[in-house]
């Protein structure tokens, strides 16, 4: 299931709460290539319960959009160990974002020697 965010609140306390990879997808409604993006992510969201999605309306939460740096949408960022790992402009394949979470998964499950 993808969660739409409609404040900066809402957005801080998935990304202080949870352990999880987060995929953020900023969109906008009038926006041909997040039109494109948005049933790839459902689809995503889907398939990968162990995967927190989220959708940010850059003209709803204009917060965010301007304390993330959103100049072109869509731009989708993948999240763990609470931090940006990755940004992505455009709609790309399904299969791309697969392997970014897949990634993701593998680096956030491996253990690191401290």
């Known amino acids: 299931m993808v969660q739409m965010i409609n404040s900066k609140e809402e957005f801080d306390a998935i990304l202080n709460e949870t352990n999880w990879v987060i995929i ?19 689809q995503l969201a889907e398939e990968h319960p162990d995967v927190k999605f989220v959708k940010i309306d850059v003209d709803e939460v204009t917060e965010l959009a301007e ?12 999240w763990y160990n609470h931090e940006i790992k990755e940004g992505f402009l455009w709609a790309n394949q399904k299969e791309f974002y697969e392997e970014k979470i897949q990634n993701a998964q593998n680096e956030l499950n491996t253990p690191t020697n401290n």
Not at 67 to 78: K, L, M, N, Q, R
């Open 67 to 78: 304390e993330y740096g959103i100049t072109s949408i869509p731009t989708v960022f993948i």
């Open 24 to 42: 953020a997808d900023f969109f906008a409604t009038w926006c041909w290539p997040c039109k494109v993006l948005g049933p790839v992510i459902e």
